[in-house]
């Protein structure tokens, strides 16, 4: 079982920055992907960024490479998200996910429980 905590949402000016961390407890060892995903009001979840451990394969949607940058720290278990130049429709609740393996080929997903971020235009 892996536990997912995510800390630094909040309220920011349209045009601030915001930093977002995540650290992972439990069995940490087995985890090769964190991520970011997001969801606004009435709309679906969606990919942020995501870091691979292994190779530090990075993926980001689209819309959002240039403003937001994926890190991690492995040892750490920790993946951080700095959001710059941040917009109203950045507005939304951030999930911190991660993808483990097992040695027996059985996959599991986590997600933390969320953190606000809200963009005042």
């Known amino acids: 079982q892996v536990h997912l905590v995510e800390y630094g949402g909040g309220l920011v000016q349209a045009g601030g920055s915001l930093r977002l961390s995540c650290a992972a407890s439990?069995?940490?060892?087995?985890?090769?992907?964190m991520g970011w995903f997001r969801q606004a009001p009435g709309k679906e979840r969606e990919l942020v960024a995501a870091?691979?451990?292994?190779?530090?394969?990075?993926d980001y949607a689209d819309s959002l490479k240039g403003r937001f940058t994926i890190s991690g720290d492995n040892a750490k278990n920790t993946v951080y998200l700095q959001m710059n130049s941040l917009k109203a429709e950045d507005t939304a609740v951030y999930y911190c996910?991660?993808?483990?393996?097992?040695?027996?080929?059985?996959?599991?997903?986590?997600w933390g429980q969320g953190t606000q971020v809200t963009v005042s235009s």
């Open positions: 870091i691979s451990w292994s190779g530090g394969d990075i």
């Open positions: 996910e991660a993808d483990e393996a097992l040695s027996d080929r059985t996959l599991y997903h986590y």
């Open positions: 439990g069995r940490t060892f087995s985890i090769y992907r």
